[in-house]
Every structure is written in C-alpha cells, then in structure tokens.
C-alpha cells in the first residue's frame, strides 16, 4: 500500500489541495474535508494525522476529547495499576492460597456490577474503602461448605 503525507499548516500560502489560499483564515471547503477523509479510509495517512489535517484546515486547534459520562469508567481508569485489589481465595484445609492476583481498582468498577449479590461480598464496603483511599484487608468471606476463604484487600 503506497502512503503519501500532505502536510499543510495555517499560514501557508495554498490550501490542503494545493490551491492558492485567497484568504488565510477562511474555512475549508466541504470537498477538502472529504479529501482528507478519503485519504484516511483508503490508508494513506493515519487517522491521527487525517485529524491535525482537518483541525489545521478549520484554523483551530484538536478539541480535547469529551469528559466521560457521570460514573463512566475510562480505559485510563481501567488499566491503570496504581492501586488494585488484592483477592486471595485460601483452601480451609491446608491454608494454602488457591488464587492470588490483583486487579485495577479500574477494572474492579468496570465489572463489579456482573458479580452477583449472592457472592456474599459487599461491594458498597469495597467501593468505600476505594474511595476513602484505605489500604491493607477490607473483607474477609469463608464459605465453610466450600471450604473456602476470601480476602480482599487494597494494595
């Protein structure tokens, strides 16, 4: 696949197109815009710098992305290692840790809505602990049937 960078900043003396620019300021034109997007789907320029293009042509600078929706998580959040939950499952018989990892606290709100209540861990008292910054073990669950026990905890 061939690729070809068009590079034009404000101020120069012809447009996106090549075209001498009358009047410095003025916004491009709907073909130009469908130009730059052209080019983008056909692979010739990135999409990133299909963006630059386009906010170069409007005479302005790229709009920052729009803040997330109230109690949305974004990636950022997501992935981020920070802080994470410690869950260590322990076997009752021999007290040995079955399970031992740890999860972004992101990664937590992201699916804590898909644990079921019937788990048996409070997820409001996890959430709070998050939220007030503490660290250290924040709930303990033995399931003496299962021969179980959790720990949960903010590293």
């Known amino acids: 696949m061939e690729h070809s960078m068009v590079r034009w900043t404000p101020g120069d003396s012809t447009d ?3 075209n001498p620019s009358g009047d410095k300021d003025a916004m491009a034109t709907a073909e130009e815009r469908m130009a730059i997007l052209r080019m983008i789907e056909q692979g ?3 999409a990133e710098d299909g963006a630059r293009l386009l ?3 409007g005479g302005r600078k790229q709009a920052a992305p729009p803040p997330p929706a109230s109690g949305a998580t974004t990636r950022g959040e997501v992935f981020d290692t920070s802080r994470g939950l410690r869950i260590r499952v322990y076997d009752l018989v021999n007290n040995q840790a079955k399970v031992n990892v740890s999860v972004p606290v ?4 992201l699916i804590q809505r898909f644990i079921p209540a019937s788990a048996g861990v409070d997820l409001a008292q ?3 602990a998050i939220e007030s910054g503490a660290i250290g073990r924040i709930v303990e669950v033995v399931d003496n049937e299962g021969g179980t026990r959790v720990e949960i ?3």
């Open 153 to 155: 905890g903010i590293e």
């Open 55 to 57: 906010a170069a042509l």
């Open 44 to 46: 010739k320029i990135s």
């Open 16 to 18: 996106a197109a090549g």
């Open 106 to 109: 992101g990664l937590f709100r």
């Open 126 to 128: 996890i959430e709070q």
